[in-house]
């Protein structure tokens, strides 16, 4: 035996379920979405850290910021649109070469300094040291102490 229930009166059995209602159909189309924004060239970030960066290492940064610029600025214009961050491989460019003019003015300024200074004299030796041996003596004067 089965241990189904009984069918209920008055039909012949459980028979096939109802049919499901109609669907709603397929959802409208909302096209392909929102564009994807365009990435930031990475050389621009590169250029504009180095000319930052030059401050603290003496200007050895500044040296790689200026090309990583243009080539950043070349990439950027060929891309027609696809990455951005001209902006920033300006300012890595205009930064490292500002850094390197204030390096050369004052490197100029202290050749300047240096050699518009006044120069010692002829007779001036401040590394004079006598050839002969001098020897002091202490005074032999008798002082008699009053008791």
């Given at each position: 035996?089965?241990?189904?229930?009984?069918?209920p009166?008055?039909?012949?059995g459980?028979?096939?379920?109802?049919?499901p209602?109609?669907?709603?159909?397929?959802?409208?189309?909302?096209?392909?979405?929102?564009?994807?924004?365009?990435?930031?060239?990475?050389?621009?970030?590169?250029?504009?850290?180095?000319?930052?960066?030059?401050?603290?290492?003496?200007?050895?940064?500044?040296l790689?910021?200026?090309?990583?610029?243009?080539?950043?600025?070349?990439?950027?214009k060929?891309?027609?649109?696809?990455?951005?961050?001209?902006?920033?491989?300006?300012?890595?460019?205009?930064?490292s070469?500002?850094?390197?003019?204030?390096?050369?003015?004052?490197?100029?300024?202290?050749?300047?300094l240096?050699?518009?200074?006044?120069?010692?004299?002829?007779?001036?030796?401040?590394?004079y040291?006598?050839?002969?041996?001098?020897t002091?003596?202490?005074?032999?004067?008798?002082?008699?102490v009053?008791?």
């Amino acid at each position: 035996m089965s241990d189904l229930p009984p069918p209920p009166p008055g039909g012949t059995g459980w028979g096939t379920p109802p049919s499901p209602p109609p669907g709603y159909g397929a959802a409208p189309g909302y096209g392909y979405g929102y564009p994807a924004p365009p990435k930031t060239n990475g050389y621009a970030i590169a250029a504009l850290i180095c000319g930052i960066c030059s401050f603290a290492v003496c200007g050895l940064a500044a040296l790689a910021g200026i090309p990583l610029g243009i080539v950043a600025l070349r990439q950027i214009k060929e891309s027609q649109g696809a990455e951005q961050g001209r902006g920033m491989a300006l300012a890595g460019v205009w930064v490292s070469v500002a850094y390197l003019v204030v390096v050369v003015l004052v490197v100029i300024g202290f050749i300047v300094l240096v050699a518009v200074a006044d120069p010692p004299q002829d007779d001036f030796e401040p590394y004079y040291f006598p050839t002969t041996s001098t020897t002091f003596e202490l005074p032999t004067t008798s002082t008699s102490v009053p008791r």
